[in-house]
Structure formats: structure tokens, C-alpha cells
């Protein structure tokens, strides 16, 4: 399969809005629609919630509590649907549900071309309704429609693909040891895999985390986003209907504080797997510490770093829709400092912003309101600091949570607005001089999850390649993942390897 860039769309052919305020029906869920009149009528997504309750072996149930809670529009800020609120009495009953089954049920005892069989069912499944599981994430996460459809789902499709594949081929290895003895190793499941997942990619992070866990003969609890709860609610009935056994997947939707941090003091839970940010991933581990000193693994916060060397590389940048990406930390040398600062101002001017269900929409709105005042926050510390705000900086109309594509020059490094990791389509561009002085600068962070550079210098690009102390570079490409491609950071972006536990390191042909 093709690399694919989850933050970009493959629509560029779409031709652009008319300005005329009606909404035509394209199909695949699209609808053409003028921008303003999208902004303030939001376009009505081709799908329903059938499934709003928590799953525990197997059946869809209402939280011990009666509890439930609100997940919201961004487009409007208005209710989608009233959600089952787990929370610690809830994790109890699906542990109890997940030890069960890998315990005594027939998961972990089946042969492992079974476990694949239903894995492959479930892709075959998942790409039969692609459209109606796109429709839901976007509705639920702002992420454009086309977006989720042509990349997102069909990445999931083949991350279950992949892992299927793994299910007979995790092998021991024989050891020639001294003395009389035939020594073999075993690859084991674990037991009950707690996994926690946040709101920006509901359902690849489900993949990356339930996908292998299941291929190796785990049984899972998963805890999803209180923002993002509807998709992985669907695909799990999806799962059952291609085989799973009862208590084997497990799904409590709620929140962090109650429902998460239960999990991760279980006592009957045998590995955590977390994606956020770094200050809960924090918490995570003292949980662990402090409860059975399960492992855990984190994947965490970190602003992607970008070094542009030569403006002969700009179209290319441009076809990676890099300036589209969020939270860049981007170095540019200071021979082509001022070219770029003009092309990606007009760039960002270019960017269209709408309705996620509208054609050719590249950027939708924030996931909720506590995002949308921390990104204009960070905007008014850049202004604050002195950096040079070249376009953007206040949101999008006057509805929901959109905001302006941003770029600031004259940025500094000790400023926050290039420290911190901000989640929004914010960019930062700093100068530099010589290759020792920027990776030095671009290492001196607490973070260290993904660089991308562009250069046509092999000797730069191999230098940096091996320098950049993050967990993947991509040289003249950007943001490409794929099912094979091991993805994690260093520092304090985390611990442990998705897929598996090296560095990547991704030169585009
Ligand atoms: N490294 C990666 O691969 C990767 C991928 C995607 C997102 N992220 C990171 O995720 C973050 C965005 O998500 P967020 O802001 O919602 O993060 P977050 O840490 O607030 O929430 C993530 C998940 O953790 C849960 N949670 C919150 N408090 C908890 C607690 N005390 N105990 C247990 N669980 C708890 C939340 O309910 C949610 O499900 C960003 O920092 C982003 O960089 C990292």
C-alpha cells in the first residue's frame, strides 16, 4: 500500500466552492456548499448513532451509574448524543469481562488462523461500510469528510490487514545453550491489555492499539476520548459481527479522571497502552507504579519539527500539504528566510476552511471549545512574545470552533509558541544559519516525536537523518504512515513503540 499522510487530503482535484449558498449532494457523503451559508447551517451528515452505550462482553449496556454525557458538534457546539459515562464501577465489570475471556474463554486458546480469520473479516467488514464509519468520525471530531473516508479508513482497513497477517508468524526462537538443555523462547499474550486513546485520530489510534493486541491473543479494555466516543463504538459491533468472542474487546466511553485513572490502578490489569499528552502520561505511570507495576507504554505530546535548507524544494513541500500540518516548529535557512515566509503566508491565505462535510475542505473546525481557547491563547503569547504574526490569529466565523490558518516569523526559540506542542494549525518559523548550530537548537526540546526535512543535499540529509533525536524523520516527505512503519518518540514523547520498537527513518522516492 501507499504511504499515507493523515493530515492531508487526497481531494486536491475537487474543484473549489461556488460561492452560491446551496448544498448539492456529490456523493461518498459529500455535499458542495458555499462557505459562509456552510458556517452557519452546518451540513447534516449522512449517518445516525445507533450505538451510544458501553460494550462489556459482548452486550451494549447503560453505565452502572445511569450516567451519560454529551459528545458535541465542533462545527456548532451543539449535541450529537447522550453517551453512557463509565466510570470505575464500570471498569471494574469490563476487566472482570476481559479477564474472563482470556482466562477461560477461547481468544487466546484459538488457533492463531482463526484469530486472523476474524481480523480479515473485520477489514472486509469496515470497508464495506467505509463511508457510514467516515461520516461518524467526522461528525464527532471536526476532521474533514474527506479526510476520514479516502485516508483514515482505509489506513485502519490496513493496519487490521497487517496485524492479521502477524497472528501466525510471532515466532520463538531456539538457544544453543551450554549444558544438557533444549532452550526455546515464547512469544505470550499478555493478559488484559488497558488502553487509553485521545480524540485526534479515534479510530487509527484504535487500530494501532486493539489491532495488535488482539492479533497476539490479548483481551482489551479500551477507554476512548470523552470528545471522540461514536466510532469505535460502531466498529466494535462490526467486530462482533465477524466473529469476536464476547468480553474479548471491551469499550467503556468517559472520562479521564474517573474512568482512565481506574484502569490504570487496576489491580487485574496487565499492561496499559496510553496515547495523549505528556502530563497525563505522567499520571499514567504513577498509577502503575503505584498500583501492580503493570508495563506501560506511552505515546505522547511533541511539536513536529520541520527544516526547510533550499527554496528549490518548495513544490515539494507544498505536494507533502506541510504548511497545512499543525503545531510545526519549522527552521529555515536564512538565504530563503524571506521567500518562505511570503509563500507560506500566501499558502495559508489559500487554505480553505469549512464544513467538514463540504468538498475540497482541508481544514475543519477545533475538537471543542477547551482546545479552541488554547490555541488562541498560545496565538496571543506568539503576539505577546514579539514573534511576527503574518496571517491568521482569530477564529473562523462566528460559530463552533474553527480558526485561521496562523503563521508567525520571527520566531524565537525560548518563545512558548515554538516550546510547546500546539494543537492547531498554527505554524512557527525560525531562522538558522549552519547545520551544527540548528540541530543543536532543534534537539534542545523536552520532546522528540517526528522531524521532516527537505533538502537535496544527501549529506544533509543523512547528517540529519542520524542527529535528530526524534522517534521518526521523514527526508522530503512528510507525515507518511503506514501500517508497517514503527512510529513513537523520544524523551518525553514517550515510551515504547507503536508496531514495533525501533526509529523510523523515511526518505521519499
Ligand atoms: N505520540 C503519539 O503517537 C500521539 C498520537 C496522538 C496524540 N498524541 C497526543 O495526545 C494529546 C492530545 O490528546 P488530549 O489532549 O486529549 O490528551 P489527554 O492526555 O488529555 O487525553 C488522552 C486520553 O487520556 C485520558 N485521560 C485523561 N486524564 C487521565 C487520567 N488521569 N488517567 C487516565 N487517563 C486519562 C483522556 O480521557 C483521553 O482518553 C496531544 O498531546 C498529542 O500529541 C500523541
Known amino acids: 500500500m501507499a504511504s499515507r499522510r493523515i493530515s492531508s487530503l487526497v481531494s486536491r482535484s ?37 450505538y451510544d452505550k458501553l460494550l462489556i462482553n459482548g452486550q451494549f449496556v447503560d453505565a452502572a451509574s445511569g450516567k451519560t454525557f454529551p459528545t458535541l458538534d465542533p462545527r456548532t457546539g451543539e449535541v450529537i448524543a447522550h453517551v453512557a459515562e463509565g466510570d470505575a464501577e464500570d471498569i471494574n465489570r469490563a476487566v472482570a469481562a476481559a479477564r474472563k475471556a482470556f482466562d477461560e474463554g477461547p481468544w487466546p486458546k ?14 472486509d467488514l469496515v470497508e464495506k461500510h467505509n463511508d457510514e464509519i467516515a461520516a461518524l468520525e467526522s461528525w ?51 493478559g488484559v491489555a488497558g488502553q487509553i486513546i485521545p480524540w485526534n485520530f479515534p479510530l487509527v489510534m484504535f487500530g494501532w492499539k486493539v489491532g495488535p493486541a488482539l492479533a497476539c491473543g490479548n483481551t482489551v ?104 500540518y499543525f503545531s510545526i516548529r519549522t527552521y529555515v535557512h536564512e538565504k530563503v528566510y524571506d521567500e518562505f515566509i511570503e509563500k507560506a503566508k500566501a499558502r495559508a491565505l489559500k487554505r480553505v476552511v469549512g464544513d467538514p462535510f463540504k468538498a475540497g475542505i482541508e481544514q475543519g473546525p477545533q475538537i471543542d471549545a477547551e482546545q479552541f481557547e488554547k490555541i488562541l491563547k498560545y496565538i496571543r503569547s506568539g503576539k505577546e512574545s514579539g514573534a511576527t504574526l503574518e496571517t491568521g490569529g482569530d477564529r473562523f466565523g462566528t460559530k463552533g470552533y474553527y480558526i485561521q490558518p496562523t503563521v508567525f516569523s520571527n520566531v524565537k526559540d525560548d518563545m512558548l509558541i515554538a516550546m510547546d506542542e500546539i494543537f492547531g494549525p498554527v505554524q512557527t518559523v525560525l531562522k538558522f544559519k549552519d547545520l551544527g548550530e540548528v540541530i543543536q537548537r532543534a534537539n534542545n526540546t523536552r520532546y522528540g516525536l517526528a522531524a521532516g526535512v527537505f533538502t537535496q543535499n ?8 542520524r542527529a535528530l533525536r526524534v522517534g521518526t524523520v521523514w527526508i522530503n516527505c512528510f507525515d507518511t504512515f503506514d501500517a508497517t512503519i514503527p512510529f513513537g518518540g523520544y524523551k518525553m514523547s514517550g515510551i515504547g513503540r507503536e508496531k514495533e520498537n525501533t526509529v523510523s527513518r523515511i526518505t521519499c522516492k
Open 110 to 123: 484459538m488457533t492463531a488462523y482463526e484469530r486472523q480469520r476474524i481480523l480479515l473479516r473485520f477489514a
Open 221 to 324: 479494555v479500551l477507554k476512548t476520548a470523552e470528545q471522540t466516543p461514536l466510532s469505535a463504538l460502531l466498529v466494535s459491533k462490526l467486530l462482533h459481527e465477524a466473529g469476536l468472542p464476547d468480553g474479548v474487546l471491551n469499550i467503556v466511553s468517559g472520562f479521564g479522571p474517573t474512568a482512565g485513572a481506574a484502569l490504570c490502578r487496576h489491580m487485574d490489569v496487565d499492561k496499559i497502552a496510553f496515547t495523549g499528552s505528556t502530563e497525563t502520561g505522567k499520571i499514567v505511570l504513577e498509577s502503575s507504579a503505584k498500583s501492580n507495576l503493570k508495563p506501560v507504554t506511552l505515546e505522547l505530546g511533541g511539536n513536529h519539527l520541520l527544516l526547510f535548507v533550499r527554496m528549490l524544494m518548495w513544490t515539494k513541500l507544498l505536494s507533502w500539504h506541510t504548511l497545512l
Open 14 to 50: 475537487l474543484p473549489l466552492l461556488s460561492r452560491g449558498g446551496k448544498q448539492t449532494y456529490v456523493g461518498r457523503g459529500i455535499y458542495r456548499y458555499s462557505t459562509a451559508a456552510a458556517l452557519e447551517d452546518p451540513i447534516k451528515p449522512p449517518v445516525t448513532v445507533q
Open 458 to 465: 544527501l549529506d544533509t540529509a543523512n547528517t540529519l537523518m
Open 140 to 190: 464527532d471530531s471536526g476532521k474533514p469528510f474527506e479526510q476520514s473516508a479516502q485516508v483514515e479508513i482505509p489506513m485502519f482497513v490496513r493496519l487490521f490487514r497487517y496485524y492479521a497477517g502477524w497472528a501466525d508468524k510471532i515466532h520463538g526462537l531456539t538457544i544453543q545453550a551450554d549444558g544438557p538443555h533444549h532452550v526455546q523462547t515464547l512469544h505470550e499474550p499478555i
